[in-house]
């Protein structure tokens, strides 16, 4: 950090500029639950931002110095934020401690015990698995998570228990300020190449991130991942891959469910019961109770914590399952996750023709990637795509989501706005659906393709 490190119990006022971010939020709750005075700015009103103020947290949504607090010990913004932003500036030019939550988080955990998941893809999912398993076994965590956990409603909570579960951002090599002592690294396929420039200086970070394992502490690594991944003590998972140290046997699908057995080195935990789709959700559960497992939480209340766990909404989240209609909620944004969404709809509801509605997210990934989400796609039966969301991006001249569509192999495929959309689902998806052997209908993305499922779920539940 650029200016003099304030220890924990020395900060009274911290300030967000980004405050309503799924990441930010989760920390702004923390510094509230510790009792210190908590506020923040954002540009829109969501309801992650509605929530934090039902929780006694000042939010603004204009960029207002005189709104700010002039004693604040930091300030945490968000790189999402303009650089010219007033309120930034301010704080910048009058020699304020402003941070990444990056910086604030290497502060919350400089003296805690850290279980740090980090991955290309997964790390949301598997983090909250693992502080969900913390949480329901009554060992307690403190949970820093970038998704709201569908059990408790949050992404955030506190326990008197010294221990972080912290969700390791490989997005500008945020996870380096982290020192695990429990790491898991979930995947570390290409992305954030706009930041990374290649996929060597993607896995490069993640080696370091490896390597910021506290002397005697344990990697969870994929199996498969590469050999440099490595600390101390290292063990690899896998869903079903018995060369793993940790993997399932016996897996059953039932109910939209998996009853499975978990293989640990020195023991089967035998008879899990998981209650969310997708197979790749098995995979991260076994990294879950790999992780409870090395803590020492007893087989029957690792069991019991897996088969209470109701996901994390937008993960694989049934908003309708009915025998004649299934209708999911994803925030796959990459190939890699649109083909682990796809395959579990598919293994799941076989006889179901699914529908994904596709919300590319950035025109970076759009560019690096289209004919790679133009193969996974062309796996359903029919696409609809929206436009790129464009988060913190520019348009780029001749990128957008028909570099995708035209490159599916689908007769059935369309582009729509969000009007055209909703028009689409009401005078033709909903009327002339599929009685017979049912319809899944899918929406994923991760920009905010999100505000698109309520209207949705009420046309279909007419």
């Known amino acids: 950090m650029s200016v003099t490190h304030k220890h924990i ?18 920390i702004a709750r923390y510094f509230a ?13 969501t309801e992650n931002t509605k929530d934090l103020k039902a929780a006694g947290i000042e939010v603004h949504y204009t960029e207002d110095v005189e709104r700010i607090p002039k004693d604040a010990d930091y300030v945490v913004y968000t790189p999402a934020v303009p650089k010219d932003h007033k309120e930034l500036v301010y704080y910048q030019e009058h020699g304020y401690r402003v941070v990444k939550r990056s910086d604030i988080l290497q502060v919350i955990t400089e003296t805690s015990f850290n279980i740090c998941v980090a991955g290309t893809h997964g790390k949301t999912t598997t983090s909250t698995m693992v502080a969900h398993l913390l949480r329901d076994s009554g060992y307690g965590c403190n949970a820093f998570l ?11 909570w506190s326990s008197a228990n010294n221990v972080c579960v912290v969700e390791a951002d490989e997005y500008d090599r945020s996870f380096l300020k982290l020192s695990p002592d429990v ?4 995947a570390m396929d290409a992305d954030h190449l706009d930041i990374y420039g290649t996929e060597e200086n993607v896995k490069e970070a993640f080696r370091e991130f490896a390597g910021k394992v506290k002397p005697g502490g344990l990697l969870l690594k994929k199996f498969g991942l590469e050999r440099k991944l490595a600390a101390d003590r290292t063990l690899t998972y896998s869903l079903q891959n018995d060369s793993a140290e940790i993997y399932a046997a016996n897996i059953q699908m039932k109910d939209g469910g998996y009853n499975f057995d978990a293989v640990l080195q020195e023991k089967t935990i035998a008879g899990i019961r998981l209650n969310m789709g997708g197979m790749h959700n098995v995979e991260n559960m076994m990294a879950a109770v790999a992780v409870a497992n090395s803590m020492g939480i007893e ?15 937008r993960r694989f989240e049934y908003i309708i399952c009915r025998e004649d209609l299934v209708f999911v909620d994803d925030y796959a944004h990459h190939p890699e996750e649109l083909k682990a969404l796809i395959n579990g709809v598919k293994s799941l509801f076989p006889g ?11 025109f970076t990934r759009t560019r690096d990637f289209a004919s790679a989400f133009a193969e996974v796609l062309g796996k359903v039966d029919r696409v609809i795509l929206l436009p790129v969301y464009p988060a913190r991006e520019l348009p780029i001249e001749g990128v957008s989501s028909s570099m995708i569509l035209e490159n599916v192999e689908l007769e059935a495929k369309a582009l729509y706005t969000k009007k055209q959309l909703l028009d689409w689902v009401e005078n033709n998806f909903a009327v002339n659906r599929d009685k017979e052997f049912g319809e899944v209908l899918v929406i994923a993305g991760a920009g905010d393709i999100d505000k698109l499922v309520a209207p949705v779920k009420q046309i279909l539940i007419k």
Request: aromatic share 10%; proline share 1%.
């Open 9 to 26: 119990d020395q900060v009274q006022t911290v300030y967000f500029i980004g405050i309503g971010g799924i990441g930010m939020s989760a």
């Open 33 to 45: 639950s510790i009792g210190k005075n908590v506020s923040g700015y954002d540009k829109t009103e």
């Open 146 to 156: 970038g998704g709201i956990s569908a059990n408790y409603d949050t992404n955030f």
């Open 183 to 186: 790491a898991v690294v979930t």
């Open 299 to 313: 087989e029957e209340k690792i069991k019991n914590a897996v088969a209470g766990f109701k996901g994390v909404k």
């Open 352 to 362: 179901k023709r699914c529908t994904l509605i596709f919300q590319p997210h950035l």
